[in-house]
């Protein structure tokens, strides 16, 4: 597995859109491989860490080898990169998120498509300090609440307090940037959204900071895939095969993860780029833990279901985070079906 130092640079900002991958999906029941020596572009949603641990694994035990593939692995240079260079061609694949994808293929007319869904529901939650006041959504009014400037943020405290029977209008939202763990161990606000519970939230443990969590999903949010496997119509139509093999070698590798935890965090952290994106072990393997429920699908893992796509589209719709609903038959396929 190559990593193109190209991408190396990435900034915190990548955190704040997720923590995960391709991980696992339905298998390439075609039963072929690709053709000898097949390049697939993959561009990450963020640093490696324990939710691409699969993918170090599919290398080691030469799943992408046994599919005729060599799998380069890239880093974003900014959050905007897997989706962009996915829509563009200039990486085969992608990780990126499915309100993204709906962003993307609603306002923007861009022909990009959902391979599968990875995490399955929001890591992005409501975090606040253990044993403080604000113990659900509604007590966030005449509180200050840190995000990132991000609408999708906005839309999420205005669905859970509204549910809980506040008023949204009353939560002071304070653009804090990526200085979300700090803000919140500074006690500058009273919560922050946008953080994320398989790595803010075990980063701030390890440093001696309890939290607690609100999780949208029981407060009226939609449970929309955290991060899903992208391409362009293009690449998907021209690239099946290619793309079938990837994921049946990358499933392999899931399978395995799955199985042996423990050692799938061994093998990530010996493939850690530990001069640019040190990792830290107690993080990782909590982080593991909290993932990988959330990956698992009675479907197989990577299943997507048009009522989800449009479930969240409708939700995103209301909150006029989209100027119309796109059609579920152009945004996402099943490698399985």
């Not at 009273?190 to 953080?195: P, Q």
Request: aromatic content about 8%.
């Amino acid at each position: 597995m190559k990593q193109n130092s190209n991408y190396m640079k990435i900034i915190s900002t990548c955190a704040l859109f997720g923590t995960a991958l391709i991980l696992g999906g339905c298998n390439n029941d075609s039963g072929e491989v690709a053709e000898e020596n097949t390049q697939i572009d993959l561009v990450l949603d963020w640093y490696p860490n324990a939710v691409h641990a699969y993918l170090y694994i599919a290398e080691e035990k030469g799943y992408f080898e046994e599919q005729n593939l060599d799998v380069n692995i890239h880093f974003p240079a900014n959050p905007t990169d897997p989706i962009n260079m996915a829509a563009s061609g200039q990486m085969t694949l992608g990780i990126s998120y499915q309100p993204d994808v709906i962003t993307a293929r609603a306002n923007q007319g861009i022909e990009v498509k959902s391979l599968a869904a990875i995490v399955r529901s929001p890591l992005n939650h409501i975090v606040m300090l253990e044993d403080r006041e604000v113990k659900r959504p509604a007590d966030l009014e005449g509180k200050k609440v840190g995000y990132p400037g991000i609408p999708l943020n906005e839309a999420l405290i205005q669905t859970m307090v509204s549910e809980d029977g506040g008023d949204p209008e009353e939560v002071e939202l304070v653009d804090v940037g990526f200085e979300l763990g700090s803000s919140l161990a500074s006690e500058k606000v009273n919560a922050v959204v946008g953080a994320y519970i398989n790595h803010e939230v075990p980063l701030l443990r390890s440093k001696g900071i309890d939290t607690e969590t609100l999780n949208p999903e029981q407060y009226g949010v939609p449970p929309y895939y955290e991060l899903v496997l992208v391409s362009n119509d293009e690449n998907w139509e021209e690239k099946e095969q290619e793309i079938r093999a990837f994921w049946t070698a990358a499933t392999k590798g899931y399978d395995w993860m799955a199985e042996h935890p423990e050692e799938a965090v061994d093998l990530l952290l010996e493939n850690q780029d530990e001069a640019n994106f040190p990792l830290i072990e107690e993080v990782e393997r909590e982080s593991l833990d909290i993932l990988l429920p959330k990956m698992e699908s009675p479907e197989g893992f990577g299943s997507q279901k048009a009522k989800d796509w449009d479930t969240v589209a409708e939700w995103m719709l209301e909150k006029n985070l989209i100027e119309q609903i796109p059609d579920a038959e152009e945004i996402f396929v099943n490698m399985g079906d």
